[in-house]
């Protein structure tokens, strides 16, 4: 690997300095996965061992915080859509090179740089981690991997093929925690289980929009290059109900709650149990549109017995409903009160008690209830027996790329998973049964959802 250079203390001083001229304000969050980020308060950048060389598309919102927890590393280049947006980061970082379209950042640096971080929204992030992964680049793509089935076999297969070091952006799966519940199943804490609930609040406006058809078109602002942003999408008219930060509920633009937080409490789900792909996925919904999600579910994933494990029934709910959040409506062994407090849970139902998670990820140990049974799981806790993760997610990828091996959330992992996810994805589009044939990539017996496992493309572009 060639030698890095980190973000100097020089640089971080004339940063301060052009920042003391002010930065822009009310900026629009458009080509960020997650935004607007405030940025925190500058200090000196840390001191950072063996510092990677890093490049990031997208640096609003989730590429901002993205960052500035990765200050210390050398960040070759940016490249953001959006001007405006950008240029808090831009005037934070005056020295790193910056570009509107991510394939010149790719085509100009691709030599200097340790691995990229795709930091913008779902339906752009096949057709740029594409672009790095064919320029032998490491890439660290934030969840979902993508919007479509298609898609995320599509980058699995790019990155198997070039050899490249990748890693989903589902944070919680190098969580110590995580290994700490998976013990505590696999050593018969709850008994045998056989049910998982997984519920969030997600769907909640202004971030989430529900409208049953397109909407007007508005002028595109001069600091914004919109057909950049649309990448390979077909082109539609820019609308303020896309951006800032409202595209996720759109179809063709996002995967709605269960491709956004589902990536998440499904990691936690196939880590722990080891689930695999359900024979069946149904969903309820209020009603079904071409261009948006709904805006609530009800949805359940039956996984088949695999080797000692029984078959598995996976619950999701999400989104309002009359004014309040969908949750289950009881869990066992969990009060109610417990339910109703929560606003993103997973629980694991066994024969003898129920694992909690109070979190879309498995951020911190689980709880057992009933509290009698947790307090004989504590007086007699599981061994550890599986490695702790050392450091962040960020480090385990960075860790990867120096030892020459997979990551723990690499493609090989992470495309399978969002296949699972957007399975349910394509219940709630059709109203129908999902059977799927993962041998053929289309359903049994279901030729609407089979038409949605590739996306939309513009003309001219195929997905072959």
């Given at each position: 690997?060639?030698?890095?250079f980190?973000y100097?203390?020089r ?6 300095a ?6 822009l ?6 080509y ?28 609003g ?8 927890n ?14 405006a ?20 950042l790719?085509d ?10 795709v ?13 790095a992964?064919?320029a032998?680049?490491n890439?660290?793509?934030?969840k ?5 089935i ?16 990748t890693?989903l ?7 110590g ?19 998982v ?9 202004p ?6 058809e397109l ?20 082109h539609?008219?820019f609308?303020s109900?896309y ?5 996720r509920?759109?179809w ?29 996925v ?24 695999r ?36 606003t ?8 003898d008690?129920?694992a909690?998670?109070?979190d879309?990820r ?5 709880r057992?209830?009933?509290?009698e049974?947790?307090?004989e ?9 599986l490695?702790r ?7 385990d990828?960075?860790t ?16 399978p998973?969002?296949e ?17 044939d993962?041998?053929?990539?289309r359903?049994k ?11 939309p ?8």
């Amino acid at each position: 690997m060639a030698p890095h250079f980190p973000y100097t203390r020089r640089q971080a001083l004339k940063t301060l300095a052009a920042l003391g001229a002010g930065a822009l304000a009310g900026s629009r969050s458009l080509y960020a996965a997650d935004g607007p980020a405030a940025a925190p308060a500058k200090k000196a950048p840390p001191v950072v061992k063996d510092p990677m060389r890093l490049a990031f598309i997208g640096v609003g919102g989730q590429g901002s915080l993205n960052l500035h927890n990765l200050v210390g590393h050398h960040f070759v280049a940016f490249a953001d859509v959006d001007d405006a947006f950008a240029a808090p980061v831009y005037q934070e970082f005056p020295d790193v090179p910056r570009h509107r379209d991510y394939r010149a950042l790719i085509d100009k640096h691709h030599q200097e740089i340790d691995g990229v971080l795709v930091c913008t929204p779902d339906h752009s992030h096949h057709p740029i981690a594409l672009a790095a992964i064919e320029a032998g680049l490491n890439v660290f793509v934030e969840k979902p991997l993508a919007t479509t089935i298609w898609e995320c076999r599509s980058l699995e297969a790019a990155a198997r093929r070039q050899k490249v070091v990748t890693q989903l952006g589902i944070q919680g799966h190098s969580a110590g925690a995580l290994r700490v519940l998976r013990e505590w199943l696999e050593a018969g804490a709850i008994g045998t289980v056989r049910t998982v609930h997984l519920w969030t609040d997600r769907m909640q406006p202004p971030r989430y929009v529900v409208t049953p058809e397109l909407p007007p078109d508005e002028p595109v602002p001069d600091t914004l290059d919109w057909p950049l942003w649309l990448a390979s999408r077909p082109h539609r008219a820019f609308s303020s109900l896309y951006v800032p930060n409202r595209w996720r509920n759109w179809w063709d633009l996002g995967t709605g709650p269960i491709g956004d937080i589902g990536a998440h409490m499904f990691d936690v789900v196939e880590y722990a149990l080891g689930v695999g792909f359900p024979d069946l996925v149904e969903a309820e919904v209020p009603s079904i549109s071409p261009y948006i999600a709904p805006p609530w579910t009800r949805a359940r994933w039956d996984f088949p017995a695999r080797g000692t494990r029984p078959a598995v029934s996976v619950h999701w709910c999400n989104g309002t409903k009359d004014g309040a959040f969908v949750r289950p409506e009881s869990v066992p062994h969990l009060p109610v009160e417990l339910i109703a407090a929560t606003t993103n849970g997973i629980a694991f139902v066994g024969d003898d008690g129920t694992a909690f998670v109070n979190d879309m990820r498995a951020s911190s140990t689980p709880r057992i209830y009933p509290p009698e049974r947790e307090a004989e799981v504590l007086a007699n806790r599981p061994p550890a027996t599986l490695p702790r993760p050392k450091g962040s997610h960020f480090d385990d990828w960075f860790t990867a790329i120096r030892e020459g091996r997979p990551a723990g959330a690499d493609f090989s992992y992470g495309a399978p998973l969002m296949e699972v996810v957007l399975l349910g994805q394509l219940a709630q589009r059709t109203g129908k049964p999902v059977r799927w044939d993962r041998a053929a990539m289309r359903t049994k017996d279901n030729p609407a959802a089979d038409a949605l496992v590739r996306p939309p493309l513009r003309d001219g572009l195929t997905a072959d």
